[in-house]
Nanobody, 126 residues
């Protein structure tokens, strides 16, 4: 069982930046594909960004391309989401996800990840 703990959420004005972190409990962290998802009130959870374990491919939702960057530090067993130029519509609970099963990079945004964190709230004021 892998535990994921997100941090770094908070309240920020539109145009500002936040950096989310997700620390994992597994020692085989480098073997995991990692993703960030979000869920706004009254909406379904949606894909934000992900990075594969195999060739370090990355994928982003169209709504965040050019503004968000996913990265990982295997030594620290942590995945990050740098969020710039934040908009009010980015307001949501952000969840970290992980999976060590193989799946192709083009499925990074649609794969059903095995492990999930509890989420961290991001609120962007206008």
């Amino acid at each position: 069982q892998v535990q994921l703990v997100e941090s770094g959420g908070g309240l920020v004005q539109a145009g500002g930046s936040l950096k989310l972190s997700c620390a994992a409990s597994t020692r085989s962290f480098s073997s995991y594909a990692l993703g960030w998802f979000r869920q706004a009130p009254g909406k379904e959870r949606e894909f934000v960004a992900a990075t594969s374990w195999s060739d370090r491919s990355t994928a982003y939702a169209d709504s965040v391309k050019g503004r968000f960057t996913i990265s990982r530090d295997n030594a620290k067993r942590t995945v990050y989401l740098q969020m710039n130029s934040l908009k009010p519509e980015d307001t949501a609970v952000y969840y970290c996800a992980a999976d060590d099963r193989y799946f192709p990079p083009d499925a990074l945004g649609t794969h059903e990840y095995d492990y999930w964190g509890q989420g961290t709230q991001v609120t962007v004021s206008s």
